[in-house]
């Protein structure tokens, strides 16, 4: 399967006092996929277009499973669906992806989905424990007995039907609450709840591709206070640059608290993030920006160029010729480059070329590349080189091409550009594959 599926289960017992908010947690994940939904009191996230953003599947298990840590998740679990995911974290199988996902889900008792546990009277009595008992049920009888949404969910979670959810968005502005488990007399104290709060700000920062310049903590003072306490207080923070790294903006924040003195105990906390910048990130090119030094790029590979020595820094060179792959021409970054134009092959252009053509086998005069090609466009014949002269061990002699393009279709590689060579004495071409189409 495709799909790369977390759970974050937040209505189990945590190890951590402090209470866990579903709905923070679902924009703290937000930073790394725009898949995010709540379902039967859990968070699910779809991984599979973030994996390689974020350096692969372990680096991305690594800081999901960090964060949720300090979040407070009770349970994760990963699998192909998300219901599989929320499944395993019930039961507490963190990796869905060790075994086949039937063999798997078949032992999980049959409470692990909530549209199936729903009925667990009724299959208790048919003599269903787990997942498996409830498989080896009629679908007919199923269909008559239950309401759709049972099937509806096994099938979703074995991976037969596509899964859909009303995803959660990102708000424009952050602002958290948090219930502190007891009464904090230090203000020192408030940071075990506040460093909560940063990571979730930390994630909409990150989210929103922004930075906080200034972030404010707000405390409740607990009902029993004396009346010249007030209500509560806060602490606004600022910061040199706009950053959206939670260690830096918590140490900062315990310095500051270090200098508060409550007024009174304080039960309640509230984070807002009061000035955001957006973070803009810098080009990864060796090039320098033009926009960004002053300076144009033809003056920059002039001094690289010096610094390294002559012929090593190179730049491609349009040159006229029908051969695509004499089209250019690498010469050093210095020398004179001549005013030419490519020619125009006739027909579609691959989008990569192999460096050296790849002979293909032939079946009943037909082409071969993983299964049969089928020739959708051509010939084109592209002929030249006769002027083109090269020396190897056999001493001088023309790249004189003559050949003919298809475009080609194969049942698994997709567009292929293929040629046939012809051979001056009409014997038998061969075909080669020279080009792939996105």
């Keep these: 399967m495709s799909a790369h599926w977390v759970a974050l289960l937040t209505d ?48 991305l298990r690594r800081l999901i499973e960090d964060g949720a840590g300090e979040l407070g ?3 994760l679990a990963w699998a192909p669906t998300s219901l599989a995911a929320l499944a395993c974290a019930r039961v507490g199988i963190q990796n869905g ?30 003599g269903c ?3 498996a008992d409830v498989r080896r049920l009629p679908r007919g009888g199923i269909s008559r007995r239950f309401d ?21 968005t990102l708000p424009e502005t952050f602002s958290a609450k948090l219930e502190l488990p007891g009464r904090v007399d230090d203000a020192v104290g408030l940071m075990f709840g506040a460093r909560r709060l940063l990571v979730q700000m930390g994630g909409w920062l990150a989210a929103r591709h922004c930075g906080v310049t200034a972030f404010t903590l707000e405390w409740c003072h607990d009902t029993m206070r004396s009346k010249d306490a007030g209500d509560g207080g806060e602490l606004i923070v600022r910061t040199a640059q706009a950053t959206q790294n939670v260690e830096h903006l918590s140490r900062l924040l315990s310095e500051n608290l270090a200098k508060v003195t409550l007024k009174a105990p304080a039960g309640d906390l509230m984070l807002s993030a009061t000035e955001v ?50 089209m250019h021409r690498w010469q050093s970054a210095n020398e004179k480059r001549p005013h030419a134009k490519a020619k125009q092959v006739p027909g579609p252009q691959p989008t990569w070329m192999l460096r050296t053509p790849l002979r293909l086998d032939v079946s009943n005069d037909r082409p071969l590349y993983q299964g049969p090609l089928q020739l959708l466009l051509g010939p084109e014949r592209i002929e030249g080189g006769w002027w083109h002269r090269v020396k190897d061990s056999n001493g001088q002699r ?7 393009y298809w475009v080609a279709l194969s049942p ?13 004495d009409d014997a038998k071409a061969s075909w080669y594959l020279h080009g792939l189409f996105a």
């Design 12 to 59: 189990a017992d945590s190890d951590s006092s402090l209470p866990t908010d579903s709905a923070g947690i679902a924009v703290w994940a937000l930073q790394y996929t725009n898949r995010v939904a709540h379902v039967d009191q859990a968070v699910l996230l779809e991984l599979e277009q973030s994996l390689r953003l974020f350096g692969g599947e372990d680096a």
């Design 73 to 75: 998740v009770s349970s």
């Design 97 to 126: 992806f060790a075994e086949p996902l039937p063999k798997l889900l078949d032992r999980l008792p049959f409470e692990t989905l909530e549209a199936v546990a729903k009925h667990g009277a009724t299959l208790a009595r048919l």
């Design 129 to 131: 424990k787990t997942l």
């Design 148 to 168: 759709s949404q049972l099937l509806l969910a096994m099938d979703q979670a074995y991976g037969l039907r596509p899964e859909s959810y009303p995803w959660a």
């Design 277 to 326: 910048t957006p973070i803009v990130e810098e080009s990864r090119s060796l090039i320098p920006d033009d926009r960004a030094t002053g300076e144009a790029v033809d003056l920059v590979l002039e001094r690289i160029e010096a610094r390294l020595g002559k012929g090593r820094v190179l730049r491609p060179v349009l040159t006229e010729d029908h051969r695509l792959e004499f």
């Design 398 to 404: 023309n790249l004189v091409t003559v050949r003919d």
């Design 412 to 424: 698994f590689a997709g567009a292929l550009w293929i040629f046939q060579q012809r051979l001056p």
